[in-house]
């Protein structure tokens, strides 16, 4: 079981965070270490360091949750058998998308990269058209009239201000 969520943790945000934005350093950049890092002190590593532990906390909430309630993992070849809507998911429906896109914002602050920026507006925009088109719909063919509710209160990226609750 541990290996299940292993293998989607490596390959899903592990490939995002980790492997493309290392080849976007390691081929933008003049030194042959690929990075600059930020100076400590800076506003801006700060600003990153920030962004990092939201998303990072984001995400390992977000894990947790599907492996608790949800009995499943983050990926769609492996998802959820129950409808997670409780912990961060009562304020937004993506919330590991949302994580993942902190901690590229951290990346992109601490390594002081525009392509790393690039590749986070790309990573959004991927996502923003998968979800609606492939993710989304699954999740109405498993869960129903009770993803549907969610859908209709729960906003896709822009945080809600108050929980959301099916009783509400």
């Given at each position: 079981m541990l290996w299940r969520h292993l293998k989607s943790i490596l390959i899903l945000p592990g490939n995002a965070l980790v492997v493309v934005p290392g080849l976007i350093l390691w081929f933008t950049r003049e030194t042959t270490y690929g990075f600059?890092?930020?100076?400590?002190?800076?506003?801006q590593f700060w600003a990153a360091a920030f962004f990092?532990?939201?998303?990072?906390?984001?995400?390992?909430?977000t894990i947790r949750l599907f492996v608790r309630q949800g009995q499943g993992t983050l990926a769609p070849w492996d998802p959820t058998q129950k409808l997670v809507i409780e912990g961060p998911y009562r304020y937004v429906r993506n919330p590991m998308i949302s994580g993942v896109l902190c901690v590229l914002a951290a990346e992109s602050l601490f390594f002081q990269s525009w392509p790393v920026a690039g590749w986070l507006a790309v990573f959004f925009l991927l996502n923003n058209i998968y979800f609606p088109l492939h993710e989304e719909k699954?999740?109405?063919?498993?869960?129903?009239?009770?993803?549907?509710?969610?859908?209709?209160?729960?906003?896709?990226?822009?945080p809600r201000l108050r929980p959301w609750s099916p009783e509400d």
């Open positions: 600059t890092p930020a100076l400590y002190g800076q506003a990092a532990a939201v998303g990072l906390n984001l995400m390992a909430a699954g999740l109405e063919a498993r869960f129903g009239d009770d993803y549907r509710l969610y859908k209709k209160n729960v906003p896709r990226w822009v």
